[in-house]
């Protein structure tokens, strides 16, 4: 019944081949292979596989062949893993919250020495400068790829009918979000109980999560306010805690503001283009409101070249970076995205050629740059987001735990040994 | 009457998550968003296919999990035999050790044992490839002691007979016995197929990219972030991930049964 | 027998301990040495003894994880059971109908875990799934968030694993209803007996054995739960559904703690190993009964 010659053939098969290749190397022949993971989908990942193909076009020294790996947070688990195993990419885009960690783990090339790659035209707030606190002067190991603010994306149809136009303070948000919502149908505002939302929010209350010091204080005061904001929002009904974790929440929260289930939503500027094309009445973007000030976090990825890879993939790599932060790659990703162009020069000749005239959404998150708080440069910080204050959001908010208690809960456990 | 309305019931309970996969990978994005719930599509479209099939190396996951899959159940039943026969028929010293490690073996499931099993394969260069797949799922204890016990019915006077003849014990183990053991092997190649061709688990932790990436894993990331989701995407992923196992279920039910019921009742 | 030589038997068997010892026994043996260390893969490990434990007592995690683990599991399989026996005395008969349904419950157990998961995700979307829908069709106002709130998360994920392995326990009770004596069953109805008094005292005392072996196979199956977690709900709502080995498979890839990664992993096998002794135990009983 079974042709057991045939499993034994296979099986040795099996064994004999594919054995200990990493990565596989399907550049042509003749051509430096640059292995690039990502993490998008959809319009993302079609863009960037269209950036990297006009980029294998255009010279013939180079290849980089992308490959996806999932969410953020599934890639970068992919990737340390990757690294420990020996089996690490030439480069990849990370998350600005992990940087410092990878960088003190002396996992990252430095970029300076490569030709070309020093960052004169990087926007500063957006480039490793000013994304981390004293990030100017260490060594220079992230160049920024796509980057974002968080903005609030308004039903216009709903605000129009309501006659209210985008909140600026935190007032006008509770009483917007009270006007708009319809008991069972309808929310007035929603957002993804996330850490990003939660550091805006504590620094419009006037805190930072990490004290000038080092300390981790979670804003203290502030970050019990922010959280409060959400817990009051929730409990009277106005605002929808989306489910899910990540960014699950997130695509969630965006399908309720398409649906109609959400009139005003915080989310991430990315998703600006994806809002715009699938929504069935008229979207506005807005900046985020004011408490005792103006502040957002940035979010996004940065590019990293991993320090383990050969030299030849690594300056090669360095090539793609170079080509990526040219204008006309620049400001193909970010108009049709969302994101922010990354570089002056591209903002310019968006600006000469009234792009922002014509898109005002796409300026939000970019006049947004101007009340940006760096992030601290703080090798726990991606564990102080993921394991200590991100579940404890979530508890407050979805179980009504006391905000004050679950953040002196976090920081008392942020202050342990790791 | 009764029976009969609990009988559409329990079909519609199993049945109806299929049918509601496949009509849903055949809508168009629109519809998704703005009349997720609606029966049927208003326009039909074999897009969401079109665009899975365009933008995944299908074919490689299906070889590398085709591969994957052949390849540990072949292993455990061509190592199982000779071990099994020297457990069941031959005595020799350490023989109860040797039993007992077998059985106790049985107590450490995969989900125990991956940690350091992944670093030991990061140490030998193995995360990524197909042999770190395999190999750590080369021996399946379960397996062993079934075959064990299958062999135990077969009378020594075959096996005697057989050596009288001058086969020799590679000849007794792969063209004597093997053959007498056909239901139960097949039972566990199937078994054992179709659960590491389902696996997420190994392949999740084990491969970094599309060199040894497998179909669940590759299906199971179509729900990308950054533009919503896209779910007749997903679930066009879904039909094509979930129609092999249907198929191989349609072809080997009786099989499939007896292999359940097999393993259940240890032989 | 006695082997034609004195060595055969040591062949034979090397392969397979060999492969037990490098993939089974050294790495349990590696998993307790890790369990005394901090290491995240890329820098040092660092000697902590019983820091890991300790840290993972202390926290709340490991009486948290054990406690979702094990009602979740209890909720599979006493859903899987009674929806399996239900449905083996129902379809306990010939005939194509009971047996295309059979085949469709037991057709669930065949696809993969994560076929059902991301089917279910969509089938249990808080406001686009069908379930929501018809929720809302039927009681109107909003449907329940199934995976959205951490009350109900953990239940809507036992129900899909019950959704999806009904089909074993349906499986193994048709086979254990074979060993039924029709013969009894009819005396039993010509004594005037009621379906109900038939099954009571019939049927039911002669598949106590099969039930007790549904069960706790089920149970330790059930305490591997991962594949339906990840895809599902990542351990969420507020880690409401962070089973065991999502727990192992968060620290150590998610946050790279190797160490306390196989602290948890440690624990884990003792559980394991205490239900397979357990199950051992109550074989032991029910068979001298």
């Known amino acids: 019944m079974i042709p057991r010659r045939d499993f034994l053939g296979a099986s040795a098969l099996a064994a004999a081949s594919w054995v200990g290749a990493c990565t596989t190397d399907a550049a042509p022949r003749g051509r430096v292979p640059v292995s690039l993971w990502f993490s998008y989908g959809g319009t993302n990942r079609e863009v960037l596989e269209g950036l990297v193909r006009r980029f294998n076009a255009r010279q013939s020294q180079d290849y980089v062949q992308a490959v996806y790996q999932g969410d953020y947070f599934e890639g970068l688990a992919k990737l340390r893993t990757a690294i420990a195993a020996g089996c690490a990419p030439t480069l990849s885009h990370v998350v600005g919250e992990v940087v410092p960690y990878l960088a003190e783990a002396q996992v990252l090339e430095r970029l300076a020495a490569y030709p070309g790659v020093r960052e004169p035209d990087v926007i500063p707030e957006l480039g490793q400068e000013r994304s981390w606190l004293g990030g100017g002067a260490r060594p220079l190991v992230a160049l920024p790829f796509n980057r974002s603010t968080p903005i609030a994306y308004l039903n216009a149809d709903l605000f129009a009918e309501a006659g209210l136009s985008a909140p600026r303070t935190w007032t006008e948000l509770r009483a917007a979000a009270q006007r708009l919502t319809q008991p069972n149908t309808r929310f007035g505002f929603g957002c993804p109980i996330n850490w ?184 726990d910080l991606f564990r102080l987001q993921r394991e200590i204050v991100q579940p404890r959001l979530e508890s407050a908010v979805i179980e009504g735990r006391d905000a004050r208690v679950v953040l002196t809960e976090a920081r008392r456990l942020a202050a342990e040994p790791a | 009457m009764k029976r009969r309305a609990l009988l559409v019931l329990v079909a519609l309970v199993w049945l109806f998550p299929y049918l509601w996969m496949g009509l849903t990978s055949l809508k168009p994005l629109d519809e998704i968003i703005h009349a997720p719930t609606a029966l049927l599509p208003q326009h039909p479209t074999l897009d969401a296919y079109r665009e899975v099939l365009g933008t995944l190396p299908l074919a490689r996951y299906f070889l590398n999990t085709s591969v994957m899959a052949l390849s540990i159940a072949a292993l455990q039943i061509a190592l199982a035999l000779p071990a099994g026969y020297a457990l069941a028929k031959l005595r020799f010293r ?39 797949l395999i190999l750590p799922f080369g021996v399946s204890a379960l397996g062993t002691f079934m075959i064990r016990q299958a062999l135990t019915n077969v009378p020594d006077s075959q096996i005697e007979a057989a050596r009288i003849d001058g086969a020799s014990e590679l000849y007794i183990i792969y063209r ?50 950054g533009t919503g989701v896209r779910w007749h995407i997903v679930m066009a992923g879904n039909v094509i991930l979930s129609l092999p196992a249907l198929a191989v279920f349609a072809a080997a039910q009786r099989h499939l049964l007896r292999a359940v019921t097999l393993r259940g009742f240890g032989g | ?125 808080a406001d686009s799934g069908i ?156 068979e001298a009964a």
């Open chain 3, 1 to 125: 027998m006695k082997p034609s030589r004195r060595t055969d038997p040591y062949w034979m068997l090397l392969p397979t301990l060999l492969f037990l010892f490098v993939f089974f026994l050294y790495p349990l043996g590696m998993l307790i040495k890790q369990s005394f260390f901090s290491w995240d893969l890329l820098t040092d490990a660092r000697y902590v003894g019983l820091g890991n434990y300790r840290a993972l007592l202390r926290s709340g995690e490991l009486w948290h994880t054990f406690v979702t683990t094990l009602s979740m599991s209890s909720a599979v399989v006493l859903g899987s059971m009674a929806a399996g026996l239900g449905l083996a005395l129902l379809l306990d008969r010939p005939g194509r109908w009971a047996a295309f349904i059979r085949g469709a419950v037991f057709s669930a157990y065949v696809v993969s875990w994560v076929s059902v998961a991301l089917l279910f995700l969509w089938l249990l979307d």
């Open chain 1, 196 to 379: 990003w939302f939660w550091v805006a929010l504590v620094g419009q209350a006037g805190g930072r999560v990490v004290a000038e010091n080092g300390r981790i204080s979670l804003g203290n005061e502030a970050g019990v306010e922010a959280l409060s904001l959400w817990q009051d929002l929730v409990k009277r009904g106005f605002m929808k805690p989306p489910p899910g974790r990540d960014y699950n929440a997130w695509e969630q929260c965006n399908q309720d503001f398409l649906s109609g289930r959400a009139a005003m939503i915080w989310s991430s500027t990315a998703f600006l283009k994806y809002l715009e094309q699938h929504a069935n009445f008229r979207v506005l973007a807005a900046p985020l409101p004011a408490f005792r000030q103006r502040a957002v976090p940035t979010g996004g990825t940065f590019w990293v070249v991993l320090r383990a890879a050969q030299a030849e993939h690594k300056a090669a790599a360095t090539r793609f970076l170079r080509f990526m932060l040219e204008p006309e790659q620049v400001i193909e990703w970010s108009s049709r995205t969302g994101y922010i162009p990354v570089t002056r020069g591209a903002v310019n000749e968006l600006t000469r050629r009234g792009y922002y005239v014509a898109h005002p959404n796409d300026a939000v998150a970019l006049e947004q740059l101007s009340v940006a708080d760096p992030w601290p440069w703080s090798v």
């Open chain 3, 131 to 286: 379930l929501s829908g018809i929720w809302r069709a039927l009681c109107g106002g909003r449907a329940p968030n199934w995976l959205g709130d951490p009350k109900l998360a953990p239940w809507a994920v036992a129900g899909v694993s019950v959704w999806k392995i009904t089909g074993y326990a349906l499986v193994i009770f048709l086979s254990g209803l074979q060993d039924v004596p029709a013969s009894v069953l009819e005396a039993a109805e010509l004594d005037g007996a009621s379906p109900v008094a038939r099954f009571r005292n019939v049927t039911w005392p002669l598949l106590r054995p099969t039930t007790l072996f549904v069960a706790t196979t089920s149970l330790i199956a059930s305490f591997q739960l991962f594949d339906v977690v990840r895809v599902m709900t990542q351990g969420g709502p507020v880690r409401s559904t962070t089973v065991f080995v999502y727990a192992v498979y968060e620290q150590l890839f998610l946050d790279l703690r190797v160490g306390r990664a196989s602290a948890e992993a440690v624990v884990f096998f003792l559980v394991l190993l205490a239900l397979t002794g357990a199950q051992f135990l109550l074989f032991r009983s029910s």
């Open chain 2, 176 to 225: 004597l016995l093997a053959p007498l053991l056909t239901p139960t092997l097949v039972a566990l190649f199937l078994f054992s197929f179709i659960s590491h061709w389902n696996d997420y688990f190994w392949p999740l932790v084990l491969t970094t990219d599309e060199h040894a990436r497998t179909l669940p894993l590759a299906i199971a990331l179509l729900r990308e972030q």
């Open chain 2, 94 to 132: 350490g023989k109860r050790w040797a039993f007992a490690l077998i059985v106790s073996t049985l107590l450490i499931p995969a989900q125990v044992r991956f940690v350091p099993v992944f670093s030991m394969l990061a140490g030998a260069h193995l995360v990524n490839t197909l042999s770190g």
